[in-house]
């Protein structure tokens, strides 16, 4: 994803810190959030189990978003670094695309599980996410 097609807490990813996010990650964004458990109840003087399933909920989403962090020099690559830990260190990362343009995944960074860096110029990392409200992603609120 280059210009204009990323962007974090209104920030375009790719400009601000040389950020793209690969296929599997906007695959992620997209993937529908599950629902939680439905009430049950089992009673040994009924067969089977209630289930009230009327009014279901949606559940919190954990992701795990891989992104890119490339640069043209090993001094470009260090200061976009620290600018995007920087970014990591405020807990909250509001992800939208070009792709979706109405939607903002509201996310709380958990943490970095993993970082590979190549030829000082390319980083990888897989970053861990929460969506604690999948339902709050209108881009206006």
């Not at 964004?29 to 089992?42: D, G, Q």
């Not at 599980?113 to 709050?136: C, W, Y």
């Amino acid at each position: 994803m280059p210009k204009g097609e990323l962007f974090i807490n209104n920030k375009d990813s790719y400009d601000n810190w040389g950020i793209s996010m690969d296929t599997s990650s906007l695959s992620a964004l997209m993937t529908p959030a599950p629902n939680k458990e439905f009430i049950e109840n089992k009673s040994r003087l009924e067969h089977g189990k209630r289930v009230i399933a009327a009014s279901p909920k949606v559940d919190e989403r954990n992701l795990t978003l891989t992104i890119n962090l490339t640069a043209k020099d090993e001094n470009e690559f260090f200061e976009k670094y620290d600018s995007f830990c920087q970014e990591l260190a405020t807990g909250v990362l509001n992800i939208r695309s070009k792709y979706q343009p109405d939607i903002v995944y509201r996310t709380i960074y958990l943490s970095c599980n993993q970082f590979t860096q190549f030829m000082r110029g390319i980083a990888h990392f897989s970053l861990k996410i929460v969506e604690p409200n999948p339902m709050d992603r209108n881009i206006n609120d």
